[in-house]
Every structure is written in structure tokens, then in C-alpha cells.
């Protein structure tokens, strides 16, 4: 029978207990997670969007919405409204600009006229376009 150590110096077979790499990978880790812990705690919240209510003509192909949008002050947004059809496939859309506005939380209301009749009206998504 060989000694353990034959067997390691004949084909080159090192045990090491060397955990550097260990250490260093999970330093980095760590490193990587607590940066972005700190970048996304520190992204702006203050934006949002609020439905209050939306009023369609039935069988009518114009329907209106209204909502509240919180944004910062000074920043212009922009809404995607979307309306759908009795299959619930789309069958209109808006983009409205929002101007800045001196609050942080301003109440619009929108009037799309769609292709076919509309079953009902959704602000599908509110963006910021200047910072």
C-alpha cells in the first residue's frame, strides 16, 4: 500500500487548505450585494399612479378616464391610456404629456376615442420624461 503522500507527488494531486479564493469570493459578494442595497434604497419613490374613476358610454366607442399621478415637483410625465373592447382585446390608445406641475400629486382626466366599442379604459402605465 502507498502513503498518501506518494500517490499525491506520482500524479500531481495537491489538497490544499488554502480558502483564500473562498474569502475572496464571498467578500466580493457581500461587496456587490451591500452596493446595490444602498443604490436601490436610494432610487427616487416618489412617483406612483392612482385611479379614481373611469365613466364609457356603453356600446360607445369614447370612453373618459380620470386619475392622480405623484411625481416629484418640476417633473414632466408622460401616461399611456389604453382602451379595451368587449373581447377585452385593445382597441385604442393615447400618450398624454403631462406639463410639470407645482405639486406633487395632480388629478387629470383624458377622453379616448377608440376603433370599435369599448367595454372599458385604463391608464396602463405613467412615466417620467425629464429628471
Known amino acids: 500500500m502507498t502513503q498518501p503522500t506518494d500517490y499525491e507527488s506520482r500524479y500531481g494531486i495537491h489538497r490544499r487548505r488554502d480558502f483564500r479564493v473562498v474569502w475572496i469570493l464571498g467578500f ?8 446595490w442595497s444602498v443604490w436601490a434604497l436610494s432610487s ?8 379614481v374613476a373611469f365613466e364609457s358610454e356603453t356600446g360607445g366607442t369614447v370612453a373618459s378616464v380620470t386619475w392622480n399621478v405623484t411625481a416629484p415637483v418640476g417633473t414632466e410625465v408622460s401616461c399611456a391610456i389604453r382602451t379595451v373592447a368587449p373581447s377585452m382585446s385593445t382597441n385604442g390608445w393615447l400618450i398624454v404629456n403631462l406639463p410639470a406641475s407645482t405639486t406633487s400629486t395632480s388629478t387629470h382626466r383624458e377622453t379616448v376615442r377608440a376603433v370599435g366599442e369599448t367595454r ?10 425629464t429628471f
Not at 427616487?44 to 385611479?51: C, N, Q, V
Not at 372599458?120 to 420624461?129: D, F
Open 28 to 35: 466580493t459578494f457581500l461587496a456587490a450585494f451591500a452596493g
Open 120 to 129: 372599458g379604459i385604463e391608464v396602463y402605465s405613467c412615466w417620467r420624461t
Open 44 to 51: 427616487d419613490r416618489s412617483f406612483g399612479l392612482e385611479w
